[in-house]
């Protein structure tokens, strides 16, 4: 592996590992504030508590991976396609609600885990 040209660098990788650690509880309290916005209708979410479902999860999918929690992010990935698809009209809401409630009782346990299950 090369050798960093600026010599802080693992440091400062470090601390914004940190940084995004003290995030997760506020991440997955936002994706259960949207999933419960979804829920408060009907049978058919409106499209806005959607859109943030879908942005929350999008955000996940998008930065955690890069701060060490991979499946995290991987799976986040994952719902948030499915989120995708009831906004975009072509899968319904229904299963998607079980999806998201096992990714927050997984990420509550360690979402930092190299499994999910």
């Known amino acids: 592996m090369a050798t960093p040209v600026d010599p802080d660098f693992r440091a400062r990788l470090a601390a914004l590992n940190e940084k995004f650690a003290a ?6 309290a936002k994706i259960r504030a949207a999933l419960d916005a979804c829920l408060a209708d009907s049978d058919q979410p409106a499209q806005a508590a959607l859109h943030q479902l879908h942005e929350v999860l999008h955000g996940v999918a998008g930065s955690a991976g890069t701060f060490g929690y991979a499946v995290f992010g991987q799976e986040s990935r994952r719902v948030e396609q499915m989120v995708r698809a009831v906004l975009a009209g072509s899968a319904a809401w229904p299963p998607v609600v079980p999806e998201v409630e096992k990714l927050l009782a997984w990420a509550l346990r360690d979402a930092k885990a190299a499994t999910f299950d």
Not at 23 to 28: A, D
């Open 23 to 28: 995030t997760v509880p506020g991440t997955l």
